[in-house]
């Protein structure tokens, strides 16, 4: 398992710094300030595109010179993983979680697509929702590995950096929240999404936007995701802007600290008529948007061979 990760952490630092002109051309990034501590907020993407690497060498310098780097959730620790993984068990089967007309659709949609049905019983129905969501969008052609958050946190460990969670599996149990009505409400959005051909459309019109850092395009494709319903207002709602204190919370904790953070948070929860940016200004944090158009296209440093030979994921 140490040799796996320290292959992926490999491929991760090569994405992250090689010397190649990245199409991401205006990143979302600000510098947070109060009572004369600094932070840089970095809006990421969970999915992701080989052409958004290397990273411009602005963020690329704010990253080398952080001592600490903050995620949503660190996907690679095993504990986060179990925890969630507790919180998704049920001992109901897939069919007596779903409507029978909803449950006729999705098994039409996996004998279509090769799914094995069975082998998510036993997982609550928002976890099978995710599931399903990710192995759609995997079928379409997008690639988690090259997923923003997940490469910081592969080339935070290869450069030894310390990692610490926002929020951890506390992001699981905001996913958990969802009951039986939201929950089957959310099978239906993801099946019409599908027949419709709205994912595809979705994802790559999300992907088109964080390149050119319109933030107003990406809060319009997450709102139109969750419809106009009553209850896919209040899904978006406890997805996205309930959680936003806690992580204003969290952050301005950071900021009473003497090491420089690295956060990087979904780029969603930054726009919106709701957003995190926000919640931070009312804690009494100074947000500073960072621009440097000038700099976007220069390479940045290659990471050095001889550390990729020794990165490992610490223990935890």
Request: some cysteine.
């Amino acid at each position: 398992m140490k040799r796996l990760f320290t292959l992926l952490t490999l491929t991760a630092a090569i994405a992250f710094a090689q010397n190649a002109t990245a199409q991401v051309k205006k990143p979302f990034l600000w510098e947070l300030s109060k009572n004369g501590k600094t932070a840089t907020l970095f809006g990421s993407l969970h999915v992701g595109k080989p052409d958004f690497y290397p990273v411009p060498t602005f963020v690329r310098s704010r990253f080398d010179a952080a001592d600490v780097i903050a995620v949503e959730v660190d996907v690679t620790r095993d504990d986060t993983r179990v925890a969630c993984n507790r919180l998704a068990a049920t001992n109901e089967k897939l069919d007596k979680l779903l409507p029978e007309e909803e449950m006729q659709q999705l098994s039409r949609y996996a004998k279509a697509s090769g799914l094995d049905l069975k082998k998510l019983d036993g997982r609550k129905l928002w976890m099978v929702n995710l599931i399903l969501t990710v192995t759609e969008l995997t079928q379409l052609g997008v690639d988690f590995e090259d997923g923003i958050d997940l490469v910081i946190t592969r080339e935070a460990y290869f450069q030894k950096k310390r990692v610490v969670e926002v929020e951890g599996p506390k992001q699981c149990t905001s996913l958990a929240g969802a009951d039986g009505p939201e929950a089957v409400a959310g099978m239906n959005r993801f099946l019409t999404a599908v027949r419709e051909n709205k994912m595809e459309r979705r994802i790559n019109d999300m992907i088109a936007a964080y390149r050119i850092g319109d933030g107003e395009a990406i809060a319009k494709i997450t709102v139109d995701e969750f419809g106009d319903s009553p209850i896919g207002k209040r899904s978006r709602q406890r997805i996205f802007d309930d959680r936003h204190g806690s992580m204003a919370e969290t952050i301005d904790g950071y900021l009473a600290k003497n090491e420089k953070h690295f956060v990087a948070i979904g780029v969603a929860h930054m726009h919106g008529p709701t957003n995190l940016l926000q919640a931070l200004e009312k804690r009494g944090i100074k947000v500073t948007p960072l621009i440097a158009d000038s700099v976007l296209q220069a390479p940045a440093t290659t990471a050095p061979p001889a550390a990729a030979k020794s990165a490992e994921q610490p223990k935890k």
